[in-house]
């Protein structure tokens, strides 16, 4: 089974290689040396909130946004959101990327949101397995206490007041996962207060913590099918109008809202910016129920630390002090601020308050720190030439103390540098990368099992992402005070359309080596090149790669697969020259799956691929270079294919693997006339729900099978369509929710001498084994009985059965199919059975005539 997963794990990291490796369009965000006087006066202002807020959810996107800019732009506490997963299992409708590298765009969304609403963001080791309908199955999957552990240690670690759920925790109505964190929640907000429960997270340095409140947001849409229920519910809930505008910066929380839940665009969830009175409710689940607000009988303020009173008075004065054009005199409170925090015990709101202020102070003077790099990419073991800059853009009093570098290196200064206002200072810098790692998301450096990433870092544990790896640390003496920035470094370049744009520094190894396809099919005793990139990344390199093959099952040899040549000398004089090679692969008479592996001086080679939108900064990932090699015993027939791409999916290439000429359809250019040259045309996954053409186009599509076509309906949601379902087939279809989420689901035929099954290739139940993630989704649930004939049905536990799956209709003289089942996923992992079933559907179709 973790051989199985290891091999999905691999093909899912290599198959965004399709995206551009060297496209620059993608950029990171460093940190700003200034801000608008408002959000510089807001900021002042929550330096005197002493209040802590862990909103608890399954998924990127579950969060409530407008409740998270309400808790901290409006109230100014530090608010978390804990999300258990990083949205690996769901579908993506900017891209193809899915699994691992899904949870890498969805993580980076849930961090551009957070820069929006104002909150933070923490993750637990949860992997998402993909939709689960009851939290005992997620328990199952997930290691429970793991990720109890982990949502314990984000509690000790934060000490959040107030726990707030998205979900209730009672079982019904929504995602597994769901109901999971809710139900975490109640056991961790007692666990985190007891010292038997994981009392090595004690020995690492953290303390217990025991919140006050643990609430559920409800949202009326819980109970949009029962509003009696709710307005009888109401008295009894804690109610907050968060609708309010903050004339800091300008908007209301509603407006923000929008703008952060509109960061997660591979989800569809472009959100409006709404405006007015909004009410949110919180129902009590454990603690003290309060009087008006969530923080009832909690200190707010700076008496909540022993000794701090003396810290609010300062604050108090640095807000009233506050001149934009004369900010020196804030700068003053803020630094005895700082002087009377020495006196302190360093606990969790002191550290966090002390980095506040010192950003702070930062922004008031419009302390420029950049330290730039001459690439954007550095070989591991090359040394690093860099540029640090610093510009006092006040009359304020600045003097650098010492720049130390990630490398433990150090600018040699012989005194204190002043630094004149307005007046840049330069000093380069090389650095040693022989130490440092390299770029690669913490949770992925481990093959992970179905429902957990393997970190055994305990620091790492939580974080959204990695540390900056190449970074200074400038220790400075402003107006008598000493502060430490950390600055990471960056690549920064001009493109003619966009502007100045900025990419952090990413160490990489020596060579990558990149295989053509993740995944690589074959017929029984085919032969095929593979193409490979190679890649170096440093100025000279020269050695030998060597070709392993490996059986996916450890107790099978590699069978008669042949590897030609088994070995490639590579000889490199310049960083970033490329070079392409071919290998020949044959595949034995059996039918068998092996994975393909490159090892350089008896260590195994990295591949390199980077995910890069616009909404996100660019994402490295370099996985070990793996190709998996499959022979299938698979008959084709009518194999000049029309595709009409849907939301990202990669069954096109899949298809031309084994054979089949794939034309992408172009809907504003097809007529008729022309549709007639293909033998089957297939939509895409979400089609419906994405191409606003097909609104225009359906009729020729429909005219095509009446004319003796065949057309493949792939799934799409119930909900955005941008066609009536009953529109979409040509007898009545209604989509609805269901799906069958256990990937291993007994599938039964329910017309076992129907030609499907029969034509090209005979169908057994070993066609349903080895598939991935799911059976498949939003099946239809009624349909036109008189015409479509149900052909397969299959159940999660304790469900009916769900016979929509795969529908096939005769109309005119061809054929209708419509298939819930997710081939998206299974043709792209290399799934024989679900190639051989498919394959029918294409050509079965004239059969069934």
Not at 114 to 130: E, L, P, Y
């Amino acid at each position: 089974m973790q051989k199985k997963l290891l091999l999905q794990f691999v093909i899912l990291l290599l198959s965004c290689f399709s995206i551009t490796l060297e496209s620059l369009k993608a950029q990171s965000f460093p940190k700003a040396s200034g801000l608008p006087e408002g959000e510089i006066r807001q900021k002042l202002l929550h330096l005197q909130t002493l209040g802590s807020v862990l909103y608890i959810a399954a998924h990127p996107d579950d969060e409530n946004t407008r409740l998270l800019a309400y808790l901290a732009q409006d109230k100014g506490y530090q608010t978390h959101y804990l999300s258990l997963t990083r949205g690996d299992g769901g579908q993506n409708l900017i891209g193809s990327e899915k699994g691992a590298t899904l949870g890498l765009i969805r993580t980076q969304e849930l961090l551009a949101a957070r820069r929006i609403d104002g909150a933070k963001q923490v993750f637990s080791r949860a992997n998402d397995f993909g939709y689960s309908k009851t939290p005992e199955e997620t328990l199952e999957i997930w290691d429970k206490d793991a990720v109890l552990a982990d949502m314990v240690r984000c509690i000790r670690t934060l000490r959040p007041d107030v726990l707030i759920t998205r979900f209730s925790p009672t079982r019904g109505g929504t995602h597994g996962h769901h109901t999971a964190s809710a139900q975490l929640a109640m056991e961790a907000f007692d666990a985190a207060a007891d010292p038997k429960q994981f009392a090595e997270q004690l020995e690492q340095g953290l303390d217990i913590w025991q919140p006050k409140r643990l609430y559920w947001n409800i949202s009326s849409w819980f109970f949009r099918d029962k509003q009696e229920e709710f307005e009888k519910l109401k008295p009894e809930l804690l109610a907050m109008n968060i609708g309010t505008y903050n004339p800091f910066l300008g908007k209301s929380y509603g407006e923000i809202a929008g703008e952060s839940r509109s960061m997660h665009k591979s989800q569809g969830f472009g959100a409006a910016r709404t405006t007015g009175d909004i009410e949110e409710y919180l129902q009590l689940l454990k603690g003290k129920a309060a009087e008006g607000d969530m923080f009832d009988q909690i200190a707010t303020d700076w008496t909540r630390v022993p000794g701090g009173e003396i810290i609010g008075k300062h604050l108090e004065k640095a807000y009233e002090h506050f001149d934009i054009q004369n900010p020196k005199a804030t700068v003053s409170s803020l630094q005895r601020a700082l002087k009377a925090m020495q006196h302190l015990k360093a606990d969790f709101y002191v550290r966090q308050k002390k980095a506040d202020i010192e950003e702070l102070i930062q922004y008031l003077c419009g302390l420029h720190i950049e330290l730039l790099a001459k690439d954007y990419s550095i070989a591991q073991g090359d040394t690093a030439k860099l540029e640090l800059e610093l510009i006092n853009r006040s009359a304020i009093d600045i003097k650098l103390l010492s720049a130390q570098f990630s490398d433990k290196s150090k600018l040699v200064l012989n005194e204190k540098i002043p630094l004149s206002k307005n007046k840049k200072q330069k000093f380069t810098h090389s650095l040693s990368t022989q130490n440092l790692p390299l770029t690669q998301p913490y949770w992925l450096e481990k093959p992970p099992t179905y429902g957990m990433f393997e970190v055994e870092n305990p620091e790492l544990i939580g974080k959204p992402e990695n540390d900056a790896t190449v970074f200074v640390d400038c220790v400075l003496e402003i107006e008598g005070i000493v502060v430490s920035y950390r600055i990471p470094a960056f690549y920064k370049w001009t493109d003619p359309v966009e502007g100045e744009l900025h990419r952090q520094l990413e160490i990489l190894p020596p060579l990558t080596l990149n295989f053509s396809e993740p995944v690589l099919l074959f017929k029984q005793k085919d032969r095929k090149q593979i193409k490979l990139r190679v890649k170096s990344h440093t100025s000279k390199y020269k050695g030998a790669v060597r070709f392993e093959l490996h059986n996916t099952d450890e107790a099978k040899p590699t069978g008669e697969w042949k590897i030609t040549p088994e070995i490639l000398e590579l000889n490199f004089d310049n960083k970033n020259e490329e070079q392409t090679f071919y290998i020949e692969v044959e595949a034995p008479n059996d039918a068998e799956l092996v994975l393909l592996s490159a090892r350089l001086e008896g260590q195994p080679l990295r591949s390199l691929s980077r995910i890069e939108y616009q909404h996100i900064p660019t994402q490295t990932l370099l996985p070990e270079a793996t190709v998996s090699l499959r022979s299938l015993e698979l008959k084709t027939e009518n194999e000049k294919i029309g595709y009409i791409q849907g939301a990202g999916d990669e069954i096109p290439e899949a298809l031309r693997q084994v054979g089949y000429e794939v034309e992408m359809l172009d809907l504003s250019a097809i007529d008729s006339a022309y549709l007639q040259q293909f033998d089957a045309i297939i939509t895409g996954v979400r089609a419906y729900n994405t191409q606003e053409r097909l609104v225009h186009e359906q009729a020729k599509l429909l005219a095509y099978v009446a004319q003796g076509g065949t057309l493949i309906v792939q799934y799409n949601t119930s909900h955005a369509l941008l066609l009536p379902a009953e529109k979409i087939a040509p007898y009545q279809l209604v989509l609805s929710r269901d799906r069958v989420t256990v990937e291993d689901a007994k599938v039964s035929i329910l017309e076992p001498e129907h030609a499907v099954f029969h034509y090209p290739n005979k169908i057994s139940d070993a066609d349903f084994e080895g598939w991935v993630q799911e059976r498949g989704l939003y099946f239809p649930n009624e349909w036109d009985e008189t015409h479509f004939t149900a052909l397969l049905s299959c159940h999660d536990p304790e469900e009916p059965a769900r016979k929509g799956g795969l529908l096939l209709a005769n109309y005119g003289k061809g054929t209708f199919i419509y298939t819930g089942y997710s081939w998206f996923r299974q043709l792209p992992a290399g799934v024989s059975g679900a190639y051989r079933i498919f394959a029918n559907l294409i050509a079965g179709g004239h059969k069934a005539n």
